[in-house]
């Protein structure tokens, strides 16, 4: 199918061989409920993304189930396919994707909707749900589905929260109907008011004459709300014990090593925070049977030890203590990509480096304490200088620092503050470093524009338009600038404007994206084909404007375009917690003792 | 201890790259636990050495590669090895050799190529050979990332004959720019398009004898 000619005048063109080690291989004829895992990005990023495996696995170890994958072909390979008229294809047995029962999307971005749409108009399915009543279903999930309006016309069907034990069973129930001869239309009404299945066609959105959203009516048999799937016992959960091993570098390229799952510090700017409580470890030892198991089968020499705070994990002395011992003399390091700011952290870091150095990125989001404590961020100053100066003691001589541009409540002081306190980082770090060392102590700054997620206290709140990040970013550079030693990047305001209008967008979106898509727009999250004039245009096509939906304040009472999404935090918690920022009030991680009564254990 | 290795690699594993078959030939060296040994530094890596890099999209009947053992393997590690391995590498050959010997790279000056095309038009590689060969010097422009430049196609080729639908070419690769089978296929096969191509082997020619490394 692809023959020598194609191949050689596309870039890497081994990510397209599906010819990884440890693929599964299911039998086609065998296994008759067949799905494909659609990855709306490039292979290298796909391949890299901790869930993709977990539901490759959770499909694929059952028989009679077979999962196959997909990612979004570069534009090279794209321009090949369409020029041949192939059909976009699964990685594993080369069939068509229209040949299975189910194709799903895992939405980890919004920037890669457009993405989707090019995809399934590669597989030459129709885009709009409406129009498309045919096999297969089309399916999405991840993080993104939990304000899934935009994608509500492309989409038959989301599935909310962690999929691993819903989507085999979906997968089964869809093969059964099909077996029978059943329609589309027959699989979605036996599911319908199945828990964490939302199904946008049963769901009526009402506007008032100005577009704003007044009402979400339900059609039986759906229910009013959708509630988020849960996995309680993460040990239990399918892990692969043979992962996939891509055939070329991709951006994470290592063992995964889930920790746990949930985080319980209470940032209030993070979705993930919020939607992957509550928190739920697995245990030492079934991490250390995982990670043996994991490294005898692929080979790989780092073991990434992955959770959304991994210094978190209560048992992570001890583990990182026995990985050591039983892994380092083979050359395996361990990475920790999600590091508090403390000594503590630093310290971890410090001892993982003994088999192989790498560097160090510290969080604090925020310059001043003011803006730390109105997002929650729960880290002092003191803890910044103490976890950097660790560091440099410990022989870093860089370090990478992360910083948020535009969050609410922030000031022309806070952004000077990022500077101040860089200023001293440095000077405190000068004098705790190892004596004799000569190189100068450098800085990377990252300064993200901050954009507001549903399911979070600050879902209320509108982004900072382009002109006052544009003015943040000039601020921060302006005060950075007589700090020789340290260097900034900053986000495209476009692009996060973009992420911003779709993170809180509703179903008026729709149209939007059809038209940019038709008009070219595809991998929006890259720089080198953001296109953000042709938006601009798409926007104004429907009578929409981008800076006012991205901006634009919720108050209390409005009903917000995802409130039928059940994340199991309550809203009342969330609006609580938006008046605490306000007020620059902590509110303590519920792992010290207290419950602030998010919601999401009881 | 040093060991010589030979490996073939078919036409779909022809398209991994170099840098991510090295990475490949790690992971299952890794997972086949061989007392490999590893250098020094923060930043340990195997002692592997290779022959002159196959280009993408290139099968092989023989690459060679130079394997350092911090102490003597097991005597069936070959065996062993190849099923760690994906489909379409396959270990042909390994025997020791000695530690001091010259780095293959050094040594190894010609490798020898199979073009497969569809068909070709008429007698039309004859009239292309026969040019080639009267004439002086023979110019091409190479594109690369890094920009345009001219290399003499008839200082990098040392032979070249038409088979059925097939071109049997073979290259020197200690002389400046060696040349490519796409510039080969350009240079004698303009009309046609490239099917498959093999790279058939790899010697070390002195003094007009050749032998494998």
């Known amino acids: 199918m692809l023959d020598y000619a194609l191949l050689s005048s ?73 020029a041949r008229g192939i ?13 299975f029962d189910i194709l799903g999307f895992t939405l980890q971005y919004e920037l890669s909707y457009t993405n989707i749409l090019n995809m399934l108009d590669l597989a030459g399915l129709p885009l709009l749900a409406a129009e498309r009543p045919g096999w297969p279903l089309i399916i999405a999930g991840g993080p993104c589905a939990y304000n899934p309006e935009p994608l509500a016309d492309f989409i038959d069907l989301f599935i909310i929260g962690e999929a691993e034990e819903i989507l085999p069973r979906l997968l089964a129930m869809a093969s059964e109907v099909r077996a029978g001869n059943g329609s589309k239309e027959d699989l979605i009404k036996k599911i319908a008011a199945w828990p964490g299945i939302y199904i946008p066609s049963f769901y009526q959105i009402e506007y008032d004459s100005d577009g704003k959203l007044v009402n979400i009516s339900n059609l039986p048999p759906a229910l009013p709300q959708i509630r988020k ?59 250390l049977k995982q990670a043996r198991e994991q490294a005898a089968a692929t080979g790989y020499d780092e073991m990434g030890l992955l959770s959304l705070s991994s210094a978190d994990y209560s048992q992570i002395i001890p583990l990182v203590e026995e990985l050591l011992r039983r892994h380092g003399p083979q050359g395996v390091s361990i990475s920790l990509p999600s590091l508090r700011v403390d000594a503590f952290s630093v310290g971890l870091a410090h001892q993982i480096q003994k088999v192989r150095k790498s560097g160090l990125t510290l969080a604090p989001e925020a310059g001043s304490q003011h803006l730390r404590d109105i997002i929650n961020k729960g880290v002092s100053e003191e803890d910044i200088l103490t976890a950097s100066g660790a560091a440099f003691a410990a022989g870093w001589s860089s370090l990478k ?17 990022i500077a ?52 943040k970013q000039k601020l921060l550079r302006e005060s950075i600038r007589p700090l020789r030693s340290v260097t900034l990047k900053t986000h495209d305001i476009e692009t996060s404007l973009l992420e911003a209008v779709f993170a809180r967008g509703d179903r008026r979106l729709g149209p939007v994206l059809l038209q940019a898509w038709q008009k070219g727009c ?58 605490k920022a306000k007020q620059g009030e902590l509110t303590k991680d519920c792992r010290e003792g207290v419950c602030s009564g998010c919601g999401a254990c009881c | 201890m040093k060991w010589r290795v030979k490996m073939s690699i078919d036409f779909n594993q022809a398209w991994l790259s170099q840098l991510d078959l090295l990475a ?178 790899l010697f070390i020619e002195e003094n007009g004898k050749r032998k494998e490394p």
């Open chain 1, 420 to 471: 101040a306190l860089c200023k001293k980082i440095l000077e405190n770090g000068r004098h705790l470093r190892p004596a004799g060392s000569r190189k100068p102590l450098q800085l990377s700054l990252a300064a993200a524009s901050f954009v507001p997620k549903s399911h979070t206290p600050f879902q209320w709140q509108g982004q900072a338009s382009p002109e006052e990040l544009a003015h």
């Open chain 1, 229 to 287: 799937q849960v996995i309680a016992d993460l040990a239990a959960a399918p892990s692969p014990t043979k992962p996939l091993v891509p055939n070329i570098k991709v951006v994470h390229d290592r063992i995964m090593l889930e920790l746990m799952r949930g985080c319980s510090r209470g940032c209030r700017f993070c979705q993930a925070g919020m939607i992957y409580r509550p928190v739920r470890e697995k245990d030492l030892d079934c991490l």
């Open chain 1, 522 to 579: 595809k991998f929006d999250g890259w720089s080198e084909h953001f296109r953000p004039a042709i938006w601009e245009e798409a926007f104004a096509e429907q009578g929409l404007n981008q800076k006012e939906l991205a901006g634009r304040n919720f108050s209390p009472s409005e009903t917000l375009p995802w409130e039928h999404i059940d994340s199991t935090i309550s809203k009342t918690w969330l609006w609580q917690e938006w008046l």
């Open chain 2, 24 to 201: 490949l030939i790690q992971r299952s060296l890794r997972r086949g636990g061989f007392p490999l040994a590893y250098s020094q530094g923060f930043n340990p890596h195997m002692l592997i050495s290779w022959g002159p890099a196959h280009a993408v999209g290139v099968a092989s009947l023989g690459e060679y590669f130079d394997l350092e053992f911090s102490r003597p393997p097991r005597e069936d590690w070959l065996r062993l090895w190849q099923k760690q391995l994906p489909e379409g590498l396959d270990l042909l050959e390994a025997r020791p050799v000695p530690p001091n010997s010259p780095a293959l790279m050094a040594v190894i000056n010609l490798a020898s190529y199979c073009l497969e095309f569809p068909f070709f038009f008429n007698n039309s590689v004859d009239t292309y050979i026969k040019n080639f060969w009267t004439a002086q010097t023979w110019p091409i422009e190479r594109v690369s990332p890094k920009g345009k430049k001219e290399i003499d196609a008839k200082a990098g080729l040392a032979a070249i004959k038409q088979e059925e639908n097939k071109l049997l070419a073979e290259v020197w690769l200690n002389k400046g720019a060696s040349l490519r089978p796409a510039e080969i296929a350009t240079i004698f096969a303009p009309e046609s398009s490239l099917s498959a191509v093999t790279r058939t082997g």
């Open chain 1, 10 to 82: 596309i870039e890497k063109p081994a990510q397209y061989s599906g010819q990884e080690y440890n693929r599964y291989c299911k039998d086609w004829d065998h296994n008759q409920a067949r799905m494909a895992f659609l990855f709306p990005d490039t292979y290298e990023i796909g391949m890299s993304h901790l869930g993709l495996r977990l539901l490759y696995e959770a499909v694929n170890c059952r028989d009679g189930l077979l999962m196959e994958r997909c990612f979004a072909p570069q534009t090279d390979l794209e321009a090949a396919l369409r």
């Open chain 1, 401 to 417: 620092l992360y910083f948020m541009l535009g969050l609410p409540g922030e000031t022309d002081e806070d952004i000077i503050a």
């Open chain 1, 87 to 99: 059909p976009l294809f699964s990685w594993e047995s080369r069939h068509p994707l229209t040949d």
